[in-house]
């Protein structure tokens, strides 16, 4: 029988996972089908409950579901239930096993961002959405003991924090309001910045004005466009150490897949794969190319 694996989300057209995914099964030997499902949040739980058949290995959840399937699942990973977000699902019989590898990847991106130096204990994150979770969870369990998050919407950031309040008990997380003075001072107190918001998919935008960055940041971008933010050149102007998000979605794939499968992913395979699906989506995007499959099919990543 061939298994299914689906991609849950709204839009899902648009997603890369597909391309590392399906090539990580073909190379792995696995008879298995990773399908993109586009469902609303009234179709959500109906989805998830198809998901106790048989033929399903499992599932990634993408925006705007992530939060919503943790009471649609039967249990949560301790990731899961920390982050109060699930981005897959593995079936254990009928009962549904949610997970969040985002954290994983997060952590393997911060790991490669800091390199051989002494792990950072001071961050400064924009963003208070989905992947910002992730990324202020890796922070508190990376060991950091001062976290600055900054959000458009100051409610939202604040309720992040009240989230965390026990699992950051021992350490200092704090929301701040979004002004250029309060971010400049915690820029100038930090090692490590991220920014988890949407804001730099359109090259010419940035979150932060090049001249608040100080020197010698650590810094990581969680969007995954092909070349460089418009955050990541002035950072990099700047004197910083930057980085994309690519590593990051690399990386939670590849937890996903081996939770999935038990067998250990087929990274550079997978690497590869995630590159040109990228490539693909900036010439879709380019061309108005609203499916990245159909891109990749196409062969507008290789040149095919
Ligand atoms: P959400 O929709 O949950 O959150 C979006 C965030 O961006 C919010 O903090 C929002 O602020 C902020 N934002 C949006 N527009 C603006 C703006 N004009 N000015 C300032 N802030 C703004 O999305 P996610 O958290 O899931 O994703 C955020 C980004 O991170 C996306 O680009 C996504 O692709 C990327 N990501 C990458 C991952 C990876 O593996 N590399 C994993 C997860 C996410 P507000 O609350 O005020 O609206």
């Known amino acids: 029988m061939t298994r299914r694996v689906v991609l849950i989300g709204h839009p899902v057209a648009h997603s890369l996972s597909g391309a590392m995914q399906q090539a990580a099964f073909d190379a792995a030997g696995i008879d298995a089908r990773y399908e993109l499902w586009d469902r609303s949040a ?4 109906d989805a998830v409950a198809e998901l106790r058949a048989e033929e399903f290995l499992g599932a990634n959840v993408t925006i705007p579901h992530k939060e919503k399937t943790v009471s649609l699942v039967d249990k949560t990973t301790d990731d899961a239930h920390a982050t109060g ?76 924090v009240k989230f965390f ?28 910045f991220v920014n988890a918001t949407s804001v730099g998919l359109d090259p010419d935008e940035t979150p932060l004005p090049g001249e608040l960055i100080p020197p010698e940041l650590l810094v990581l971008d969680l969007i995954y466009n092909p070349g460089r933010t418009r955050l990541m050149r002035e950072a990099e102007a700047a004197g910083c150490h930057v980085m994309n998000g690519e590593g990051m979605l690399l990386h939670q794939g590849a937890a996903a897949f081996e939770l999935w499968t038990g067998k250990p992913a087929p990274l550079d395979l997978m690497r590869e794969k995630l590159a040109e699906a990228i490539a693909a989506s900036s010439v879709a995007a380019d061309s108005g190319i609203a499916d990245v499959e159909a891109a990749v099919a196409g062969g507008a990543a290789t040149g095919d």
């Open 42 to 45: 009234l179709e959500l739980p």
């Open 165 to 192: 309040g026990r699992s950051a008990a021992h350490m200092e997380l704090r929301a701040m309001p979004w002004h250029e003075s309060v971010l400049e001072a915690e820029l100038s107190k930090t090692k490590v």
């Open 85 to 160: 977000a699930v981005n897959t699902i593995t079936r254990d019989g009928k009962r549904l096993i949610g997970h969040n590898t985002d954290v994983a990847g997060f952590t393997h991106a911060l790991d490669a961002l800091v390199g051989k130096q002494k792990m950072p204990r001071q961050a400064v994150v924009l963003g208070a959405g989905g992947g910002a979770r992730a990324v202020v969870f890796g922070l508190v369990r990376a060991g950091f003991t001062r976290v600055v998050v900054f959000n458009r919407h100051l409610h939202r950031g604040e309720a992040l």
